[in-house]
């Protein structure tokens, strides 16, 4: 038996090669990653805050946030055993501390994007344009399997583009209204 002849008749598999394609620049990616435990950290102090929204301290916590009509609660926001299970209560200054110090962070990573995205020129590619609705509703139907067939794609979709500014004019409202509520007695 010719060895050379089982050679040609064994198939040969076709070499693999998986390249990565880095779609954002370093930058982009630290300061979205950083963003994830700043937001976590500030939801987690704002229960600590929102614990202490009784008017009078301590008699009838958590009567404030909540649905119904007249003294009938249908729902509170949140009952009462979801602060036991947290740990929650009677930590409200705790939680302005966090949520002071990771107001800043969030803050100063903020304006950092928004400078390196405009420096870059990166911003030209997240503003949304005139077919980024369309393209977004596409974009969903597919996502739902109601359509085959992407729009044309670029860097960024419409979905990404209207939900990408909606990002950024979300977080500039949440700074201003921290800022509204926080400088006023700060000020004096």
């Not at 369309?134 to 419409?158: C, S």
């Not at 500014?165 to 500039?172: E, K, P, R």
Request: contains cysteine; proline residues 6%; glycine residues 6%.
């Amino acid at each position: 038996m010719n060895i050379a002849a089982i050679d040609e008749t064994v198939p040969t598999t076709p070499q693999v090669s998986i390249r990565l394609e880095r779609k954002h620049p370093l930058a982009i990616r630290w300061m979205h990653w950083i963003n994830f435990p700043v937001l976590f950290t500030m939801i987690w102090s704002g229960l600590l805050i929102y614990w202490n929204d009784s008017d009078n301290a301590y008699q009838h916590p958590h009567r404030v946030y909540r649905v119904g009509i007249g003294k009938l609660t249908l729902f509170r926001f949140f009952p009462d055993w979801f602060y036991k299970v947290l740990h929650v209560p009677y930590h409200v200054t705790e939680g302005l501390g966090y949520h002071f110090f990771f107001m800043w962070v969030f803050a100063l990573n903020g304006i950092a994007w928004v400078l390196y995205t405009w420096i870059s020129g990166e911003w030209r590619l997240l503003l949304p344009q005139r077919r980024s609705l369309v393209d977004a509703i596409q974009v969903t139907l597919v996502d739902l399997h109601l359509r085959k067939g992407l729009p044309p794609q670029t860097k960024y979709n419409g979905a990404q583009r209207i939900a990408y500014t909606s990002c950024i004019m979300m977080g500039a409202l949440m700074l201003l209204t921290g800022f509204a509520i926080y400088k006023p007695t700060q000020a004096h």
